[in-house]
């Protein structure tokens, strides 16, 4: 028996959903010669991708909260025995202490909206030669990776280098690094959900040309009894110009890749508002069970990660053993592409996040955005 | 009329019983205090307590029955786990559920002959009571409640406790609404400094009284079967109001209750294994409660149905199901599956004995006073065989029954452990079961 | 009660205990008289009693004292009987544990009727004094309140008693308002509140025989057509005899008919044919199937009720259609079950859309929705036994014979343990074993066919890799998908007369009787195929019916003494 079910549902049934009040919903079937097939998808899970092995960190790992605040209050001119104290008892004046250690102008400042405003701590950064990522710069550098899943060589993905020594980013696939994970799963009952269309599947030789759409939904993804995202529901796309990617890409042995392209999509303001990644390439698998994963990388404006990073003050860093100023010093140390025409410094890093998608419908919007001729984010990022 | 000031209340009653068929709950007077009420001050002569404690889908045969007869010395593999009990316990082989030539109806009869005595023809109907409910006839009448039953896979419509097969008993499946019922706004501690009367107890009881009153007069009126429900329900509104005579006393304290913390983290009913087992748990540490504080001598406690439906997390398949389709593995001789659940059964069955023996009472624990009847529905699941069903019991019932051994018979109705169960209770009553199954024969083996 | 020790006062309580204890003691009583020993002068008869359901006690507190009111407690489980909760409620008494329930509820309800925000809105009177008696106000509540509780009015003596009632609580708690509310709980957890009590009067049409009275007849009017206690416009037709009269009968059906609460009671008699308590039990392996969220099985109760309502109230239709429609309503949650793409307005997650499948989907008809795949199945897979064993007795009214007494299931012991993908192939033992094949026969086949649909009612064209063969059979009838097993069902008589049957049986609250099976077969059956099975035609035929209201009072059945409920053992 064949499968009835239409991916859309076919157009005679329009006028029954007119009397719901429904949107136009696109078609398919009836247009092109052969069966051209679409692919669509929520994404359920979007992290920084991971590929943590042991010696990846040759100067070991970033040190705990504890051993921060020690250095931190060090730093500070307090003596052993007041950090002893300190550190034993945690007071609140301690985090507001610590959350003020920057020093402008010998008045106490936030080292977080201040990052240069207390000395650079030197954080550990990733060694190894195995990350995920593509070659942005399309050349083989010293700091490059070799991608495990494709095997490309000269993986640009410095952000995994500033970041990857920090535990809370470390995970082995299929595992998830916890903070990235986290910071992803938190807000999604309320952040509308990312979609993925592959449309222009050409049944008949399973590889070709395919196009690939990135949008946002109008809606958040609704949970299921494990808390992940319910397959299968349907979303609708959003028209909002900032959250509207299509670009060309190649279909070879289930394996998407796109075109290089200009990623732009809104996020939440709890782990990132906004997302700009340029010269960014998709690649996704697309699977026999019916779910998708892959790697979405690009150059991101590295000051929006920091943000992120730093968003929650002293009390991210003390509960996920972070230390924002070192970070900032690192992305600063580490950026590698688009450097500021009047300070010649890198604005942008290389980045490679993991995607996982599953099953999902979605209905187009009646009228799709005009894309702006260049797409600024809104957050002045190049 | 004689004089009715002249006769005494426990008098008239007695004359009242002597010829009619419904049990009155009398309420917890002084004048019955004088012969077991000082006992019950100093604790030393505490209330014997029963629990019909089931399980669905058996055991398999040949691993839990001990080799030999008599004084327990060794316990089968699926019964080790109640190793450290031995001497607490005993352990009933070889009775069966005789079917006389009527069906055999799978998870239904079985549980029906053990507790009714009875096993019904194709279409009749099963209008006897359930062995606890006569225990609790006769022994529950003076406690606020008669008894209570749980069930701890979330089944609230329960088929096991019965007065007949349409006034069945219902379960309850939350721990943590169990807890607001026992030890709730409404619950009078024994041990409790001061006491006051409520006003409001009182006039919620001339309210009853006035329900009451309105409903002899229907009893006229109905029909003979309706009458039973009338009777049913007169019963029900009688223990009302015995609980709220008891409310309007002081109890008597009670050394080893303490009112727990209430019952928190339960989780949501269901059949997945360690979901039962937790609920399990939780119920049993409240129902000891309960019982050390006075609040009730019968439990009923539904692991599972008859038909099992535990299953593991992600499995497709529920043990029931396993009991039939999972094939014998030839070199272990038994279905490894369905014998999983079955070490998980047995589990809970300890959680449940040494739960009640850790409560300390006197010099002793509140196993001590207890006759726990643990009760199955097959004695091979695989084959919804009625043979040699497994029984056991836990606990001394404060002294009148033995415990450590081993009986084992040639194909005995398991009506013969219904009568001995309900005799060491305190029924009056020397022949039960119906059919084949009527038998005065009395397990003498555990009467002390 | 008011306790003294004056030796009158003592006698008196004395002889309240004495009432206690049971039946034998009525020689006894001080003869208070009731609707029952009024009845009896008029040579009415108790002929019926029926434990009014949780869904019932819901909607008459809610007519009664308004949606506002919360039932703080837990409803005793209603009892299922000839497939049906309306006949079990007419064997189902009070356990001690359920009576401790209603005693909690009545008091809840009863209490903020009558707290500081409502009492003004509930009570047209204030007492003289708010910490004393006042008979004058108390009655008028009472009256008011009571005729609708009890499904007629109080009797005098009745509403003495209750007013005595009343006033002692109120003596005892200093408080007008708490003593009333006391009264109100009694009278909510009074057999004549709890249970449907029907009065069967001489029939002056039919000499020697019996018809309900006019209050009991309003009764069972509204609670087939409405599944409610009677309203006042309905209540007041019975006081003036309109009720007798073909006429007046006619003019309160077809007003209730018309009226939108017809949709409550065509959704009772359905939920309760189609046996929707049993998803209160329902649950689905969490890890193997995490769609089936805490919402699922409301959603697939209340979608199978809307494609019935939609059917057969709002476009007035023909009940074998239930079968084969392809409109139906549905939520994100279930567009997401079946996998159907639906576009919700507002992205709203609760709301209900009109969906319609096209026409060569595999999915059509109730028997293709959740509430019959997934509440008909195991936690983890599905089942086609059980899907085949209740289609055949909640459809169509066949049970399926009882296991015989010695089946030896031996002979299902293979030991060769062959890996079984599928479940028609699981179930190959059933099919070729004589021994079981007896049975499964009538209910293996019927379930197969509807293997496309997983334990969740989720649409799936493979089980373990392997194509799943939908092909059934039902009574001679060949079919190779669930599209054909609807077909076979519309086309089926049986299927017809079972809900008529059902129907029937709902209304009067036991199984038909030999008259009333003349009646169902010769007339209303009939009628029905006349009306094109309009349900509620169907329903219209049934209330208009003289028949619907004869009744026989318990010493004069042929079976007298014996239950004429059937209570043979339940089906596993």
Redesign the interface.
Known sequence: MKDWRPALRPSHCRKWLASAGAAAIASLATTGTAAAATKTYVVSWFFMATYSQDGDCPDGLNPSTEQNFRRILSEMGKSPAEIEGLVKAMPGSMYATIGMRGRKDGKPASPYLYPESTPDPHIKTLKGKAGYGFDLDGREGANDFVDPESGEHGVDNQLYRVLGCFVPDRAFPPDRPGYPATMWDMPRDAMPAWLIEVSGIDDASKSGDVTVGIYRATSPITRDTAGQPIADMTFRVSDDPRSYNVVHGHLENGVVTTDKFTFHMLGDVFFQPEFLFKDAKLRLTLKPDGNADGILGGYQDWKSIYWSYSLGGVFNEAVVSLDAPGIYYALKRMADAYPDPKTGENTAISTAYKVEAIPAFIIHPAKPPEKTASAQSSTGAP | MASIQELSRRRVLRGMLAGSAVTVGLPFLDCFLNTNGTALADGAQLPTVFLNWFFGCGFNPGRWEPSQPGKLTELGPELKALEPFKDKINIFSGFKVPLDGKPGLPHITGPLGVTTGMVPASGQKVTLPSVDTLVADAIGGKTRFRSLEVSCIGVAGGALSRRADNMLNPNEVSPAALYTRIFGPDFRDPNAADFKPDPRVMARQSVLSGVKEQLAEVQVAVGSADKARMDEYLTSLRQLEQQLELELQKPAPLEACSVPKPTEGAPQPGTEVETALTNHRLFMALLANAVACGQTRVLNVALTEGLSTLHKAGSAVVHHTHTHEEPVDPSLGYQPQVTWFIEKIASAMVDMVSTLDSFHEGGGTLLDRMLVWITTDTGYAKLHSLDNIPMLTAGRAGGLVKTGLHVRTAGDPVSRMGLTVQQAMGVQVNSWGSDSMETSKTVTEIMA | ?V?NTD?KA??RR?????????????G??VH??????E??SSQK???E?RRITQDQYRQIIADVFGRTIKLGG?F??D?R?SGLIAV?AG??????????QY?GMA?SIAGQVLDEQRRATMLACRPADPKAADDACAKQFIARIGRILYRRPLTDT?LV??I??AS??TA??HDFY??LA??L??ML????FLFR?EWAEADPEHPGSYRLDAYSKASRLSFLLWNAAPDPLLLEAAEKGELNDTAGLKRQVDRMLASPRVEAGVRAFFADMLSFSSF??L?K?????????SRAPADAQEQTLRTIIDLLVTRHGDYRDIFTTRRTFLT??L???Y???????N?L?DVW????Y?E???QAGIVTEASFVALHS????SSPTIRGKALREILLCQKVP?????????V??????PEFKTARA?LTAHRTNPTCAGCHKIMDPVGLSLE?FDTTGG?R?TENGV??D?SGELDGTKFS?PIGLGRALHDSAAATACVVNRLVSYGLGHAPTKADSDWVRNDVAKQFATDGYRFIDLLRDIATSDQFYRVT???M?AD????R??????P?
């Open positions: 009660m306790q030796g003592a006698a004395w002889l309240k205990t004495l009432a206690a204890a049971g039946c034998a003691l009525l006894f009583l208070h008289s009731t609707y029952a020993a009845s009896a008869r108790l002929v009693m837990r005793e489980p009892q009987d079990g064997e189902a008494s009070v356990t001690a544990s359920g009576y401790e005693d008091r009745e008693a209750e005595g009632i002692g609580a005892k708690v708490a003593g006391l009264s709980a009694g957890e009074a057999p004549q009590q209160e039990t649950a392996d969490s890890v193997l199937y995490p769609k089936f969220v994100p949650l567009a997401a079950i996998k159907i793409p639906i576009e919700t307005p992205d997650p859309v009109p969906y319609e096209p060569n989907a595999e195991h936690p983890g897979r009882d296991p015989p007494g010695n089946v030896n299931f031996a299902v012991q293979d030991t060769s343990n699981r496309n649409f064209l194509a799943i939908a998908d009072p318990p010493e059945r007298a003494g014996a239950d409920h059937d209570r043979s053992a339940k596993e």
